[in-house]
């Protein structure tokens, strides 16, 4: 079980460091659309899979802060995660990473995407994204989450990923 959970996480670490969306997007280009980065914040959690996980990354722009925990699925007297990380983003990354998260214009996309049928073992996703003064909470599975969310998981996991090394 620990081996394929291994096999699991590397796997997960190396689609995204190989999927890693452009992050070069300007500061700049967020003032094109308007979009003010104060109190802007992002915070996603992913629940299921084959091994029963919680996987828990925010990140909030004005202190650049970011957390991320892994644990088992659990309702109440949850254990200590069994990974986890905290620290700061590079002022740079943190305003690359809500440009990207500004870019895909999560602010205009549905509530809920639901549950692809008969999909037992992909991840359940709730991300809030605060924007421009703006909360949304967006729900879906691995099966049904749009291009932009997906965009917006792997920036997310791409930013604490480099910042955490």
């Known amino acids: 079980m ?14 995204a460091a190989c999927n890693h969306p ?21 915070d996603i959690v ?30 109440a007297n949850c254990p200590v995660p069994f990974d986890s990380t905290s620290g700061t983003l590079a002022a740079a990354s943190a305003d ?19 549950s692809t049928h008969g999909a037992a073992d992909f991840m359940d996703y709730t991300m809030r994204v605060t924007i421009g003064g703006t909360t949304k909470t967006i729900r879906g599975d691995d099966g049904s989450i749009p291009e932009p969310m997906r965009r917006i998981l792997e920036a997310v996991h791409a930013s604490i990923s480099a910042a955490s090394r």
């Open 96 to 114: 690359s990473l809500f440009a990207v998260i500004a870019a895909q214009r999560p602010l205009e996309l549905k509530d809920d995407y639901g």
């Open 46 to 75: 992913a629940e299921g899979g084959f091994a029963g996980l919680t996987v828990h990354h925010q990140v909030t722009h004005d202190n650049r802060a970011f957390l991320y925990t892994v644990r088992h699925f659990c309702s």
């Open 22 to 42: 452009d992050t070069s997007v300007s500061p700049d280009a967020l003032n094109d659309q308007r979009v003010p980065l104060s109190a802007a914040s992002i």
């Open 2 to 15: 620990r081996i394929q959970f291994s096999l699991l996480v590397v796997s997960s670490l190396l689609t």
